[in-house]
């Protein structure tokens, strides 16, 4: 079983070598393979493809921040703080490439756009339903369909994100305004600032 996982990081290891040195598109799997010393049917036994690693890569990223997030929400007191501290969180994260972007050279290929887009979902949007259960658990909130509620604003502010320059200052105003009325809140109830 430990075998199991040392082969697996050994892979994970080789490949982020190669991506970050050559590229995603230049490195083929015999590369990956002759770097940890495996045979290519190893390689096919922990990963079905070079995009698997990717995938794998960026979900390890994406729980790691989720956790930190988690931790900071949790040490703030209310649902409204807390819905706060996510949104500025997102536009931080934003501003910040993960590492696998690293990896296209000539730019991110079509599939790797989804696969961000999936797993910022798959990790950060029940963090984001929690506290609007909370919230109105707690009366801040005054919404009939929380996961509507919560999927709207998520992707809403992912959209707003890919389309504005975090520096535009008519994106706060805007994800404030989009993020209170799913909410059933005034939107200057909302004080969304760097954390």
């Known amino acids: 079983m430990a075998g199991d996982r040392a082969t697996k990081m050994l892979i994970l290891s080789s490949a982020r070598t190669l991506f970050s040195e050559k590229g995603y598109a230049a490195t083929p799997v015999e590369e990956i393979c002759?770097?940890?010393?495996?045979?290519?049917?190893?390689?096919?036994?922990?990963?079905?493809?070079?995009q698997s690693i990717?995938?794998?890569?960026?979900?390890?990223?994406?729980?790691?921040?989720?956790?930190?997030?988690l931790q900071q929400m949790n040490s703030l007191q209310d649902a409204i703080s807390r819905v706060e501290y996510f949104?500025?969180?997102?536009?931080e994260q934003a501003e910040t490439a993960p590492e696998t972007d690293s990896?296209?050279?000539?730019?991110?290929?079509?599939?790797?756009?989804?696969v961000v887009r999936e797993e910022r979902a798959r990790t950060l949007l029940p963090l984001l339903e929690d506290v609007?259960?909370?919230?109105?658990?707690?009366?801040?909130?005054?919404?009939?369909?929380?996961?509507v509620c919560t999927t709207v604003v998520f992707y809403g502010i992912?959209?707003?994100?890919?389309?504005?320059?975090?520096?535009?200052?008519?994106?706060?105003?805007?994800?404030?305004?989009?993020t209170a009325k799913p909410l059933g809140i005034k939107d200057t109830a909302l004080a969304i600032e760097n954390y």
């Open 34 to 50: 002759e770097l940890a010393g495996i045979a290519k049917g190893t390689f096919f036994y922990y990963f079905e493809s070079k």
């Open 54 to 69: 990717v995938r794998y890569i960026l979900a390890m990223q994406m729980d790691e921040y989720r956790n930190q997030l």
């Open 87 to 91: 949104i500025a969180a997102l536009i």
């Open 103 to 114: 990896y296209f050279k000539d730019g991110p290929a079509d599939w790797y756009e989804t």
């Open 132 to 147: 609007v259960e909370e919230g109105l658990k707690q009366g801040y909130f005054h919404v009939k369909n929380p996961e």
């Open 158 to 178: 992912d959209s707003l994100l890919k389309k504005c320059n975090a520096d535009d200052p008519g994106l706060i105003s805007g994800i404030r305004e989009m």
